[in-house]
């Protein structure tokens, strides 16, 4: 099994930042791929953004040129810094971590989650 550890998560006004971190421990040689998905009330979740252990990335259209994901091999940690937030991006982010075998990594049901960490960005 792997374990993942958010935090990071809070509340900020909107044009704010946050950085989440995420990090595995247990069987990490089970995953090559991590990433952040998050879900919004009344809404179906989403992936945020992903990234290989090689570095390949993958993100969200509604977040791209404003947030970037970055991991750090060593400490089997995921980082989400989040830039010009907006009350749209107010959601539950979970980070995610599993097994790719293409150049891109998009979580599934079955991959490792965390428990979550609630963002929220006031207008």
């Known amino acids: 099994q792997v374990q993942l550890v958010e935090s990071g998560g809070g509340w900020v006004q909107g044009g704010g930042s946050l950085r989440l971190s995420c990090t595995a421990s247990?069987?990490?040689?089970?995953?090559?791929?991590m990433g952040w998905s998050r879900q919004a009330p009344g809404k179906q979740r989403e992936l945020v953004a992903s990234?290989?252990?090689?570095?390949?990335?993958t993100y969200a259209d509604s977040v791209k040129d404003r947030f970037s994901i970055s991991i750090d091999n060593a400490k089997n940690t995921v980082y989400l810094q989040m830039n010009s937030l907006k009350p749209e991006d107010t959601a539950v982010y979970y980070c995610?971590?599993?097994?790719?075998?293409?150049?891109?990594?998009?979580?599934?049901?079955?991959?490792?989650w965390g428990q979550g960490t609630q963002v929220t960005v006031s207008s």
């Open positions: 995610n971590a599993g097994v790719t075998y293409g150049s891109t990594y998009t979580p599934r049901e079955y991959d490792y």
């Open positions: 247990g069987s990490i040689f089970r995953i090559n791929a």
């Open positions: 990234i290989t252990r090689g570095g390949r990335t």
